[in-house]
């Protein structure tokens, strides 16, 4: 039973991990649609 607690400790850490990995790839992805589309406005004035 000592081994319980270390192994849902780390699943923990893993899930958090990946939903930390999620979100941050989902903001990574909106920043970048977010540069395309004012570059794109630039280059459409110019």
Known sequence: ???LPNL???FQRL???F???RL???QMSHF????MNEFGSLFIMD
């Not at 970048?32 to 540069?35: A, D």
């Open 1 to 3: 039973m000592k081994m």
């Open 8 to 10: 849902s400790g780390r």
């Open 15 to 17: 899930l958090t991990s």
């Open 19 to 21: 939903i930390g990995g």
């Open 24 to 26: 941050l790839m989902n």
């Open 32 to 35: 970048l649609r977010n540069t």
